[in-house]
């Protein structure tokens, strides 16, 4: 599993540099926009998804919790909850990511509600930014991104035991859910997102119209999704081949 370990590290470490460079380019036009927000942002949109990967089988295992672990040291997406539930004085302070599974079901009812709320408003500014730099450049960011965190979903999976299907198509769900989903909405309603930046409106309605149009529709998503069962049957096939 040490080279299932080398390969989820170095796909995560691929994603922070594209991220970096949507960044990069999207400065140009929004000088306020904060790097390392962006990239904590994605952390804790990315542990949302690792929860609902784990989630179908309640377990996070040794190696798993291990990369989370490293994920959580800007931001832990369970500090997070905790906070929002305070407010409300449901407080689960003594909840941490090695007895998440452990919790009672109401308390995880209430965790895993937060945790859908608080990654759409991670997912908002994630794809928004995307959005903007494919707006900008022309270049297909959102689809090298969904590429890899596929990929990334998929070796987590695999760091014990082999890649249960299962889970895998889990963490899938989720990133659909979460970003899939919303990039249509943001992409519809560039304007409407960036109202509160320095932003020229006619700047934002002119951008590459015939492209927002394009991904208006459905059937977007129909072949986002059925990118993504590709590239997952062919990551799985390639294991199978390899035995």
């Not at 599974?101 to 308390?107: E, G, I, L, V, Y």
């Not at 299907?165 to 989903?181: P, R, S, W």
């Not at 109202?195 to 986002?224: G, P, W």
């Amino acid at each position: 599993m040490a080279d299932t370990a080398e390969k989820l590290y170095k796909k995560y470490v691929k994603i922070t540099k594209s991220l970096v460079e949507i960044c990069d380019i999207a400065k140009g036009i929004d000088g306020e926009l904060s790097v390392q927000e962006y990239l904590v942002n994605f952390d804790l949109l990315l542990q949302s998804l690792l929860f609902y990967q784990c989630k179908c089988n309640r377990a996070i295992y040794p190696k798993e919790l291990d990369f989370i672990s490293e994920l959580t040291e800007d931001d832990d997406i369970l500090e997070r909850v905790n906070a929002e539930l305070e407010k409300h004085s449901h407080a689960i302070d003594d909840v941490k990511w090695d007895n998440l599974f452990d919790c009672d079901k109401d308390t995880f009812a209430l965790i895993d509600g937060e945790i859908q709320t608080l990654a759409k408003e991670y997912t908002k500014q994630l794809v928004a930014y995307v959005a903007l730099a494919e707006c900008l450049d022309g270049k297909s960011h959102f689809d090298k991104l969904n590429d890899d965190i596929v990929d990334l979903l998929y070796y987590f999976a695999k760091l014990e035991n082999g890649a249960d299907e299962n889970e895998v198509e889990q963490g899938i769900i989720g990133y659909v859910k979460f970003v899939a989903n919303y990039y249509v909405e943001v992409v519809r309603n560039m304007e409407s997102i960036f109202a509160d930046k320095n932003i020229k409106k006619e700047l934002l309605t002119s951008l590459r119209k015939e492209y927002r149009e394009a991904k208006r529709a459905n059937r977007f998503l129909e072949r986002h999704l059925k990118a993504i069962k590709e590239r997952l049957a062919g990551l799985f096939k390639k294991d199978k081949d390899s035995k």
